[in-house]
């Protein structure tokens, strides 16, 4: 994934895109979801909003809270494998829901929730593979905070409409537009495509998939906007939804 943050000029570091409330802020906002037991925090947004960089870099000042109480695994770890997606004529369309193995992430959520007492291991996603690799993430015991990322968290299709009950909280990050589209873009061309094929996969299938995401952004517990000079007000940076 490219990178979605910015360098900061004075300190050398990495600064978020998503900022409004401060990352302090949101990491105690996430802790306090596991007062009570494990808790689930679902971070979504479309394609080239930067949920896994943000849910690492929530997961890392969370580190400097409270140690190892938590971890975070992505949604992208229920891709179906390359060849799968090729016999069901979706090569070009790899990332559409059709393409993840829905049922098996609502399964692997209940298990989060349900079994408390012993690791449970979560499939990752290779991107210098292109596939998923089963059982590489461990779930332990101590994890009572687990950061899941993903696009389609809110989404109302079977099986899919079930995830929201088994997450404590999600997050939607909102994204600015041509910001995102440029962060897919850049992605793509790292990852091979040209960037004329790079610029027709983001202006296509992604921007189809983005305008089903953000249809149910709204629904989301709280909404993070990225840097702008005037975010809709709407969309107010940091708005929780109650």
């Known amino acids: 994934m490219t990178n979605p943050l910015a360098a900061s000029p004075d300190s050398g570091e990495i600064e978020p895109i998503y900022h409004d409330p401060p990352l302090r802020s949101l990491a105690e906002s996430a802790l306090r979801l596991s007062e009570h037991g494990r808790a689930l925090l679902g971070i979504v ?28 695994v992505s949604m992208d770890g229920f891709h179906l494998a390359q060849h799968v997606i090729d016999t069901m004529g979706l090569s070009g369309d790899k990332g559409v829901i059709e393409t993840f193995d829905g ?14 007492g ?32 993903g ?27 041509a910001e995102r589209r440029r962060r897919l873009i850049d992605r793509y061309v790292r990852y091979g495509f040209s960037p004329r094929s790079a ?5 296509g299938v992604d921007e189809r998939t983005s305008a089903r995401i953000r249809r149910a952004g709204s629904s989301a517990d709280r909404i993070l906007s990225e840097r702008r000079a005037h975010a809709p007000k709407a969309h107010a940076a940091g708005a929780c939804r109650h």
């Open 45 to 72: 947004g479309e394609p080239g909003a930067g949920k896994s960089t943000f849910a690492e870099q929530l997961l890392r000042e969370i580190e400097t809270i409270r140690p190892g109480v938590a971890t975070a």
């Open 103 to 116: 049922h098996g992430f609502v399964a692997m959520l209940r298990r989060l929730r349900e079994e408390t």
């Open 118 to 149: 012993h690791s449970v291991w979560w499939p990752d996603f290779s991107r210098e593979i292109e596939d998923p690799v089963a059982q590489s993430l461990e779930v332990a015991p101590r994890h009572q905070l687990v950061i899941v990322d």
């Open 151 to 177: 696009n389609f968290l809110l989404n109302d299709e079977q099986p899919w409409n079930q995830v929201r009950d088994l997450l404590t909280e999600t997050w939607f990050l909102d994204a600015a537009p």
């Open 199 to 203: 610029k027709l996969k983001t202006d």
